[in-house]
């Protein structure tokens, strides 16, 4: 009897002693879990600064070839172009990584490197479309198919025209003629816009169409003020 009481008390010691060890250990662990969740409230987060680029004199100013640049309308992509060649007055730019585009008289002619180029476009009297008369043009554009053969579009266009519009490029802010190209061929349409300086063919911005897969690009005509600022 005297064993069995003597083991009974030495289980319930045993077992009290467990508990507190567990409670302990509880204890340790809620202690530790704190002390980190306090350390990481205390370390304030390093806030790492957006480079965003100014374009302005100054950053015109490092380039010693004449330039243009391309950007999506919503500006999330855009690319710097250097002058390739000029050929019947038709200008190319390339950017380094292979994309080009060409003109003529302003107007966007070929492209390459998109995912459904321009091959080639021919518009009537682009040699005279900004001389702020509203009248209606054709136009076709070329392009290739699945199958590697051409496929044209044919556009009935509108050009409409709008004086002393002030226009900022660089950190400039200038008088322009505005001119808004609208196009249709079938389902099909589109609008390009123009901010021509007055009694000139020189195009300081544009928004033109690509393509139906690629929509429009926007263009900075920078080289028009490279060696005048």
């Known amino acids: 009897m005297i064993k069995w009481l003597s083991l009974t008390i ?7 002693t467990n508990d507190d060890i567990f409670k302990n250990e509880k204890a340790g662990f809620t ?9 990481s409230l205390s370390i ?6 957006s480079s ?6 100054k950053w015109l100013s490092k380039y010693s070839q004449p330039i243009i640049a391309l950007s999506s309308p919503n500006h999330t992509d855009r690319a710097t172009l250097v ?14 990584d292979g994309l080009s585009v060409s003109f003529d008289n302003g107007i966007l002619i070929a492209t390459r490197g998109y995912s459904q180029d321009l091959m080639e476009s021919h ?9 702020q008369i509203t009248k209606a043009h054709h ?11 051409y496929r044209e579009m ?5 050009m409409a025209y709008k004086e002393g519009i002030a226009f900022s490029l660089l950190d400039l802010t200038l008088n322009t003629t505005k001119f808004t190209e609208s196009c249709k061929s079938g389902p099909s349409q589109h609008t390009n816009i123009y901010y021509v300086l007055p009694n000139t063919n020189i195009v300081l911005k544009s928004q033109q169409w690509i393509s139906e897969t690629n929509g429009y690009i926007d263009i900075y005509n920078y080289y028009a003020f490279q060696g005048n600022i």
């Open 10 to 16: 030495l289980i319930f010691c045993f077992a009290c």
């Open 31 to 39: 202690n530790i879990y704190k002390n980190i969740l306090l350390r």
């Open 44 to 49: 304030e987060e390093k806030k790492i600064p």
């Open 52 to 57: 965003k680029t100014v374009y302005n004199k």
């Open 83 to 96: 002058a390739l060649g000029n050929q019947n007055d038709k200008l190319t730019w390339v950017s380094a």
């Open 123 to 131: 518009s009537e009297g682009i040699n005279s479309i900004f001389n």
């Open 139 to 149: 136009k076709t554009y070329r392009y290739l198919n699945g199958q590697n053969e």
């Open 154 to 158: 044919k556009f009935s266009c509108t």
